[in-house]
């Protein structure tokens, strides 16, 4: 079990560029989520999906926050134009069904100036 | 009043000591309990996974549940330095999934 692989480990942009991150879920798990992770909030529910269908994106901050899942095995979070309070702790999870505990990966460190 | 309540820390004990870490949670919905632990500049891995009122042990940690306070508590017997790291609660209700905010540890040699 590879677990939750994500990708990039750290970004570094200027603000206005367009940033993707990148995640591949355990194999089996139905269900995808993205989260971001600062000092003031903690860990906050950007998206989930089930089934590669998007069940609850109203922890998306803005409009310039985007998350595709077109397939069960990968996954991408989108932020265009960047800014630089977007820099926070991106971490992707994923779980088999919905009362099934998570599992992190080891999240992308954004970074922009 | 948040959905969960957890004191951040830091909490610094010394080595070898028993620690008690604890949420607060105000929905009685909530029907899995959860525990992480997140090093550094890593992910967070779940630790302990408990359903109903009472304890679940695994090795040197015990999760403990009381629904009717609403209070969750993780303890960790004989303490090691490599204990140190930020644990988070975590609660589930029909794919709702809420965390604590974290609590910083440090076990000092």
């Known amino acids: 079990d590879a677990g939750v692989i994500q990708s990039p480990r750290h970004e570094v942009t200027e603000m206005g560029q367009e940033v993707t991150l990148r995640c591949k879920p355990i194999?089996?798990?139905?269900?995808l989520f993205w989260y971001r992770q600062t000092m003031m909030r903690g860990l906050e529910l950007l998206i989930y999906?089930?089934?590669?269908?998007?069940?609850?994106d109203s922890g998306m901050p803005e409009d310039r926050f985007s998350a595709k899942m077109p397939n069960a095995s990968f996954s991408t979070l989108k932020i265009q134009p960047s800014e630089p309070r977007d820099s926070a702790v991106y971490f992707c999870?994923?779980?088999?069904?919905?009362?099934?505990?998570?599992?992190f990966g080891n999240g992308t460190r954004l970074t922009v100036t | 009043q948040k959905e969960v309540e957890q004191d951040p820390g830091p909490l610094s004990v010394p080595e070898g000591a028993i620690v008690s870490l604890n949420c607060t949670y105000s929905?009685?919905?909530?029907?899995?309990f959860m525990w992480y632990r997140q090093y550094s500049r890593k992910g967070p891995e779940l630790l302990m996974y408990t359903y109903s009122s009472g304890n679940k042990e695994d090795g040197r940690f015990t999760a403990q549940v009381d629904k009717s306070s609403k209070y969750i508590s993780l303890f960790i017997r004989d303490s090691q330095p490599s204990d140190s790291a930020t644990y988070l609660c975590?609660?589930?209700?029909?794919?709702?999934?809420?965390f604590g905010k974290g609590t910083r540890l440090h076990i000092l040699p």
């Open positions: 975590a609660m589930i209700n029909d794919d709702k999934i809420i």
């Open positions: 999906f089930n089934n590669n269908v998007p069940i609850d």
């Open positions: 999870a994923s779980n088999r069904d919905s009362n099934s505990p998570l599992h």
């Open positions: 194999s089996g798990h139905n269900s």
């Open positions: 929905n009685s919905a909530f029907q899995y």
